[in-house]
């Protein structure tokens, strides 16, 4: 007799009652982590997903409650089923630099291969692993399902593995109830680790100076991994320079002179093995400016550039809160978002779905789409064409934005709320 892992709960979404089923971490789940890396690859029509390898470590960080429910539906999604009954136990969202790749003019005439990690509670018994790729019109590109029995003894234990040098920088609580952040050192040699540690204290009190993060903070771990570089500074392919650094980063991304990214994914894990970790803000020891942010596989940002705190604040709007850019580059003959499609993004809107969107927090009398008045106001909600990159089509919350304007102070109302949103989902 096949027994669920599941327990039904009653509970009220506006008037609606409904039931979910809620997932008994104990029961269902090892106080452990598995760890799975893939190879996406394909070119601008394909996509492929393989599995490349499994391991595992001791401690599993991640949230124990909302288990399996999403709280973004971001451009890809991995969901663990239970192999015997196909109760659903687990879901993660995220967003890839390969599925971003495959909008750049190199993927119509050439096939890449990109690495993509993700890890999970470790389970008590054999799961299936569903992942699966979207495009921007949020349908289903591609798709692996797999299974995973925990007793397979080509799974790596690597819970007795030394960790890299880390330390707190800022301890809200204990890591089952807090979101567990990790600074990367990015080129710092060894004698450089002080300026980094600054750098990190730095890149706390810029967040926290920002709300919702400011009255949220005890909700929020951070911790510094400190690798030593052999080089210092990063790559920047179009000065010429090339650089020796634990994660390889560089400038230049799809040729983006300000685009800093890393392709190695394996190594931003390998660095963490061990250390309480959930997501990942890399401070690049540049003083080039850029950056970039991926939903829910991380943040990178020049520590020494202009703008850096701005752009780490900026950065993380991206890879924590899943909200997207609200400038526009004009008019795109191959737009990111189409006119026929809602973007999953919760600060932007075609206005194919404005219900999903803020639509509750427009005063009454609010026009849609509504007039920009000059006062370039953060805190006036309305619905303002121009954003997701496109100039028109895309509408976006507020006139100004810490996701549209570096020299802007403060996230606007419909972002604050989208960060709260998530931060009370982790941190239930």
């Not at 850019?325 to 973007?343: F, S, V």
């Amino acid at each position: 007799m096949k027994t669920s892992l599941l327990t039904a709960v009653t509970f009220l979404v506006g008037s609606v009652t409904a039931k979910a089923q809620v997932v008994d971490f104990d029961r269902v789940f090892a106080d452990s982590t598995l760890r799975i890396d893939y190879i996406f690859s394909g070119t601008n029509r394909t996509q492929h997903i393989a599995l490349d390898q499994l391991s595992k470590t001791a401690g599993w960080f991640g949230r124990r409650h909302h288990l399996n429910r999403l709280p973004l539906e971001g451009n890809g999604q991995l969901t663990l089923t239970d192999a015997a009954t196909g109760d659903t136990l687990y879901r993660h969202s995220f967003s890839t630099l390969f599925q971003e790749w495959q909008t750049t003019e190199e993927a119509s005439r050439l096939e890449k291969a990109f690495e993509n990690t993700f890890v999970v509670p470790l389970p008590r018994n054999a799961v299936d692993i569903h992942v699966q790729l979207t495009d921007n019109h949020r349908r289903v590109r591609s798709a692996l399902t797999h299974r995973v029995d925990p007793r397979d003894i080509l799974i790596r234990d690597r819970s007795h593995e030394s960790t890299t040098p880390w330390r707190y920088v800022h301890q809200g609580g204990d890591s089952r109830r807090c979101i567990d952040v990790a600074f990367i050192a990015e080129g710092y040699t060894a004698e450089q680790m002080p300026e980094f540690l600054a750098m990190c204290d730095s890149s706390v009190a810029a967040l926290s100076a920002h709300e919702p993060f400011s009255s949220m903070m005890d909700r929020f771990n951070f911790i510094a991994v400190m690798p030593p570089s052999r080089h210092e500074g990063v790559s920047i392919p179009h000065r010429g320079l090339w650089a020796d650094t634990p994660l390889s980063s560089s400038f230049d991304t799809f040729y983006s002179n300000r685009y800093l990214t890393t392709l190695h994914i394996k190594r931003l894990y390998d660095l963490v093995t061990n250390i309480p970790f959930e997501h990942f803000i890399i401070l690049a020891n540049t003083r080039e400016y850029g950056g970039g942010g991926i939903y829910n596989s991380y943040n990178m940002a020049s520590a020494k550039g202009p703008y850096n705190l701005e752009v780490i604040v900026h950065e993380f709007g991206h890879s924590f809160g899943g909200l997207g850019d609200e400038y526009d580059y004009g008019t795109d003959p191959e737009p990111m978002y189409p006119a026929d499609t809602e973007p999953w993004e919760p600060n932007l809107t075609t206005l194919v779905d404005f219900g999903s969107k803020w639509q509750d927090m427009l005063p009454a009398t609010m026009a849609v789409p509504t007039q920009p008045d000059g006062q370039g106001l953060t805190t006036k909600v309305g619905v303002y064409e121009g954003g997701g990159y496109q100039a028109k089509g895309v509408y976006r919350p507020t006139q100004l934005c810490r996701m549209k304007v570096n020299d802007v102070k403060e996230f606007c109302p419909v972002c604050q709320r989208a960060i709260r949103r998530l931060v009370e989902f982790y941190t239930f």
